[in-house]
């Protein structure tokens, strides 16, 4: 059964994949404009302003799917390129080089743990009762109408509750970010998730749905490169990085962080929840109850090991899941 | 405001944040909500209209607080969805919700005071919300170089050009030009100060 976890984990890792594969190309200008078209992938639009006579050779990335990693590039179609200008452009190879060459290294257990579902790390919108709340509102505002300052102090008391109501929760537009350890690894990954990237990031880089077409959008300017990713044909794609942390951000030497909450789980199986854990202090005794830690950052993680969750207390600064705690 | 009018615009205000929690896709990706929401009163607060009947023992200020205590719970709403996803918009939220004070104090006032001040207030109107918006769509279709550069500062005279600047591209009120806003800010003051004045009491009274 575990033979069968593991190829299917292999398998899903493998369809999801890094869906920025790195190649060179070569410039001669005059040339304003370069498009590499990936087919259904992708494709790379550059903006560059090469004068005449210019000529360059430069490295770019490629939204390009490749089922058998690195090895596999050799097998796909070259970019078809379209220059705008009266300059040449053509692609080269794909470079010896990738970024996703660490994140090959690490563990399949540590590249393969579980995500949020696409709509499940929050919601977009609304939530319903907030809308509730500024309907109500609205009608007893009418309602009130030839007293103008009672209706509007009402008013101001209900656009601070409708504000805090909006507040409550995670938006899932908003980028998701989860650091994962495992201890004796002395490395990290942090995933970062986001509807499109700016800039684009020079890492591993999945979408979900792993069909969405992508669009990197490079500006060249003073020899430095720059650019966007997006997915503007998939309504709802999410791009997610993957960055290899050369050393463990959350061990003692790194310094820790500010847990704004804390789950840990022993060897045995069962969850504790141990509220805020402040940076320097010892792990607060358990709570009672076995926590509200979401289902998605919990499921997955192998048994018999000691685990600690968390939501980082800055903003934005997500969760952690350290495996071997 | 009319009923007609005050309905409308709470509906178009509130409508992106219907249709987003319904389609759980933003309606603008990367768009201001809060911005969204204060459109259609920038548009909307400051329309003139041709007739006027006062309601019975109701002063300008009864008429022009109505607007704002409509538009304060969807803007609270939107400003907690753009907080939650990682944007500032309260600043640039407050200084419209006072461009939308001024716009429908001095329809309130002005309109009361008689035939000129009213005809004063129609025509800032006019000329600042869709004057300008149409001036500029105009230039945009004319041929490159036709239109004169020197018209540019004008952009930023409405608000409503603010308030699409601002919804479309998620940038700051602030970002405006200094001279479009100077243009904005001395009429909005200059029909705050005749809203205010004494001759606009009058009018009241007499209304």
């Known amino acids: 059964m575990s033979v069968l976890s593991a190829l299917l984990l292999c398998v899903l890792s493998a369809a999801q994949g890094n869906r920025s594969w790195w190649g060179e190309v070569r410039l001669a200008g005059p040339l304003e404009s370069v498009r590499f078209d990936c087919g259904a992938d992708g494709e790379v639009v550059l903006a560059t302003s090469l ?102 102090a009402l008013a101001a008391v209900g656009a601070f509750s409708a504000h805090a109501l909006a507040l409550r929760g995670e938006d899932a537009g908003h980028p998701l970010s989860i650091l994962d350890l495992e201890a004796g690894q002395g490395r990290g990954l942090r995933s970062s998730t986001a509807g499109e990237l700016d800039p684009l990031p020079a890492n591993v880089l999945e979408v979900e749905p792993g069909r969405a077409r992508l669009v990197f959008a490079l500006r060249r300017e003073d020899g430095r490169l720059s650019g966007t990713a997006s997915s503007p044909t998939e309504r709802g794609a999410r791009l997610v990085v993957r960055e290899v942390l050369a050393a463990d951000p959350w061990s003692r030497d790194a310094g820790r962080r500010d847990l704004a909450q804390a789950w840990v789980r022993g060897p045995e199986g069962a969850w504790c929840s141990h509220g805020a854990w402040a940076s320097g202090r010892p792990l607060p005794p358990a709570e009672t109850g076995d926590g509200d830690a979401p289902g998605w950052l919990k499921a997955g993680l192998p048994p018999g090991r000691d685990v600690l969750l968390g939501r980082f207390a800055q903003a934005g600064e997500g969760w952690l899941r350290q495996v071997g705690f | 405001m009319s009923r007609a009018t005050l309905l409308l615009a709470w509906g178009v205000s509130l409508l992106p944040l219907l249709l987003e929690t319904i389609e759980a896709e933003p309606i603008l990706p990367g768009a201001a909500r809060a911005g969204l929401v204060l459109l259609p009163w920038l548009a909307l607060a400051g329309i003139p209209s041709i007739r006027y009947r006062a ?89 490159p170089g036709v239109a004169p550069a020197r018209w540019a500062w004008t952009e930023r005279c409405s608000p409503l050009a603010w308030g699409l600047r601002w919804t479309a591209a998620g940038a700051d009120l602030a970002d405006a030009p200094r001279t479009g806003g100077f243009v904005l800010g001395v009429a909005l003051l200059g029909l705050a100060l005749l809203a205010l004045g004494p001759r606009a009491v009058e009018g009241e009274e007499g209304a």
């Open chain 1, 51 to 152: 004068v005449a006579g210019e000529e360059t050779t430069l490295a770019l990335p490629f939204p390009v799917r490749s089922p058998l990693g690195r090895d596999g590039l050799a097998t796909l179609p070259r970019p078809e390129v379209t220059v705008l200008g009266a300059g040449r452009a053509e692609f080269l190879r794909w470079s010896s080089e990738q970024p996703s060459d660490a994140f090959e290294r690490l563990p399949v257990g540590l590249r393969a743990r579980a995500w949020p579902p696409a709509r499940g790390g929050g919601t977009l919108g609304a939530e319903p009762s907030a809308l509730l709340l500024v309907l109500a509102l609205s009608v007893l505002v009418l309602a009130l109408r030839r007293r103008p300052a009672v209706a509007l």
């Open chain 2, 55 to 143: 309601a019975p023992g109701r002063g300008r200020w009864d008429s022009a607080l109505l607007p704002i205590a409509l538009l304060l719970p969807v803007l609270g709403l939107a400003l907690g969805l753009d907080a939650r996803s990682g944007r500032a918009t309260l600043v640039p939220a407050l200084l419209a919700v006072a461009i939308v004070l001024v716009w429908s104090l001095s329809r309130e006032a002005l309109r009361r005071g008689g035939g000129t001040r009213r005809r004063v207030q129609a025509a800032a109107w006019i000329a600042l919300v869709p004057g300008v918006v149409a001036l500029h769509a105009a230039l945009a279709w004319a041929p």
